[in-house]
């Protein structure tokens, strides 16, 4: 007579959801990150439903309540929470609308200097010769520069608009995404795994994009965290100076600059958008730092 042998049944999470329980594990564990992932999902969530949360349009006026404090000054209602601007426009408006055009600066920078630096860096560490030495001169002439003065310039070429303002930014991020990709690469390329691979006749274009690219992810995507905020203080910048998002768009770089000469006499118009600068910025290198963190192997406690 057989009798039946039951093994214990095992709950663990196997594949791709043990490596996410173990990436959430070790990210969870600095609070700083985590509170700067909340607050980079409050944000998105604020700038998907702007139209919905914003109490009016951002470029409404209001002719009777020009430089009108917030509610909790004197003078101020709970119609405007934040005040208005020099023409009447509500700020908390203006700041919610502003929130989409700072996360697509964001999400377009990082994807077109990503794209583009990684495609160049990967060239530069899987060919060398003539090849990594002419793109990493090209980078290093790019370095050469600071990196706001070139972006001006390029701007200045190009002509002062929100769109040119970005491929500025994303031209000015690439070297480090080459610079990491190429030293990512030749890391990689003395492993076994490449070896087998190139003896067992996998091809070029397949060896270099699936097999060795995906092994060298982890310092890319905290580099695109981190670049992600600079491109966000880069775009303000710009906007500030007068090359980037022209009025009365409601990017709050432009909305700094719109509010230069009333910093004396409404100091909500400045601090308001440079706060919503600074506290997003934060969020997000302080999501950088706990990638970093937990995509490091180093760095794991065993």
Not at 47 to 76: I, K, S
Not at 229 to 243: K, Q, V, W, Y
Not at 270 to 285: C, E, K, Q
């Amino acid at each position: 007579m057989y009798q039946e042998v039951t093994e214990p049944f095992d709950s663990r999470p196997t594949g791709r959801m043990a490596l996410m329980a173990e990436f959430w594990s070790y990210f969870r564990e600095n609070r700083g990150a985590v509170a700067g992932l909340i607050f980079f999902i409050t944000i998105i969530i604020v700038a998907v439903f702007a139209d919905f949360v914003a109490p009016h349009a951002p470029n409404e006026q209001f002719r009777d309540a020009l430089l009108q404090p917030p509610f909790w000054q004197d003078g101020g209602s709970l119609r405007f929470p934040l005040g208005t601007d020099a023409v009447g426009r509500d700020m908390l408006s203006r700041l919610i609308y502003g929130a989409r055009f700072s996360l697509f600066i964001g999400c377009v920078v990082v994807s077109v200097s990503l794209f583009i630096g990684v495609f160049l860096g990967l060239m530069a560490g899987y060919f060398r010769g003539w090849v990594d030495t002419l793109i990493m001169r090209i980078m290093d002439v790019v370095l050469a520069f600071p990196s706001l003065l070139l972006a001006l310039v390029l701007v200045a070429l190009l002509g002062p608009s929100l769109i040119n303002a970005m491929i500025a930014i994303a031209i000015v991020q690439q070297p480090h995404y080459v610079r990491l990709t190429r030293a990512a690469v030749m890391g990689e390329m003395s492993r076994d795994y490449v070896t087998a691979a190139r003896v067992i006749g996998v091809r070029t274009l397949r060896l270099m994009f699936l097999t060795v690219l995906p092994n060298c992810m982890a310092p890319l995507i905290v580099q695109a965290a981190l670049s992600f905020s600079t491109a966000i203080l880069d775009a303000a910048a710009l906007g500030f100076l007068g090359m980037g998002a022209q009025p009365p768009t409601p990017e709050w770089g432009t909305m700094l600059a719109e509010a230069r000469e009333f910093i004396l006499r409404a100091w909500w118009v400045v601090t308001f958008p440079g706060l919503a600068i600074l506290s997003t910025v934060l969020a997000i290198n302080l999501m950088g730092d706990g990638l970093r963190d937990a995509l490091d192997p180093k760095l794991k406690r065993s």
